[in-house]
C-alpha cells in the first residue's frame, strides 16, 4: 500500500474528469501513467472514425488517425495532435502546439503555443498556456503553468524516477518516465522546472525562475528570493 499522502484523491477532484477509471485503488496516484496508453486504445475501439470530431480544426493542423476532439473544441493553426489524444470539450489547443502520443484532456483545458505534450492526463478547466513541456505527468483540475515551465520526466542517468518523500527517503516508482503530479489549484510561476517525480498538492504556489524536486504538502509556497544588485554603469541614456 502507498503512504497515504500518494494516494490520488488526495491531489485529484474526480469529478473534474471523465477518465477516473484510469486510477487504481490503493495504488499511488503516479500509477495511472502506465496505463494511458491501453485505456485510449479501448476508447477508440469504442467509437467510429466520423463520430471522433466535433470541435474546429483549421485546414493547416496536423491530426493522426486516432484523435478525437469534444464538442466546441477548437485546434489552432499549424497545431499537431499525433495521438493517440482525447481532447475534451472546449478545449482550445493552441497554435504550433505538439501533443503527442497517449495525452488526454478534460473539458475547457488550454494546450498552449508552441508547448509539447507527451503521455500525460489533465483535469478540467488546467491551462498550460505558453511553451510548456509536459511529459509523463498529470495535471489537476485549475492547474496552472506559468510561460515557460518544463516537467522534466527523465533522469539524466535514465534510471528509475523515484519520488523524494520529506522525511529524506527515496521512494521506487517503477517508472523510467515521470515527470510530475500537480495537484487541484496548484499555480507554477514562469520558467520553472520540476524535476523528475515531483509531487504537488492542491493549492500550492512555486515562485518563478525555481527548480524543485521533491514534494509539497497542500498549500505550500516554494519561495526562490534571488538576490538583485543595482549599481550605476549602464549604457549613456543620451
Known sequence: MPEPSFAPEAYLDFSHTEHAALFAAGEPVWSALKGIGDYLAKKFEEIEPSAR??????????LGKDVFIGE???????????????????????????VRENVITGAKVMLGNSSEFKNC????????PHFNYVGD??????????????LSNVRLDRNEVTVRTREGGKLPTGLRKFGAI????????????????????RGCIVYPCTHFLGVLKDGEIVKNLQ??????GGRSVH
Open 53 to 62: 470530431c466535433k470541435g474546429y480544426v483549421d485546414e493547416s493542423a496536423s
Open 72 to 98: 466546441g473544441a477548437v485546434v489552432e493553426a499549424h497545431a499537431t495532435i499525433k495521438g493517440p489524444a482525447w481532447i475534451g470539450p472546449g478545449c482550445t489547443v493552441r497554435a504550433g502546439a505538439y
Open 121 to 128: 492526463l489533465i483535469f478540467d478547466n488546467a491551462e498550460i
Open 137 to 150: 505527468s498529470i495535471l489537476g483540475y485549475k492547474a496552472h503553468l506559468g510561460a515557460g515551465v518544463i
Open 182 to 201: 500537480i495537484g487541484d489549484r496548484t499555480e507554477i510561476g514562469c520558467n520553472s522546472v520540476i524535476s523528475p517525480g515531483g509531487v504537488l498538492g
Open 227 to 232: 538576490p538583485i544588485e543595482i549599481v550605476p
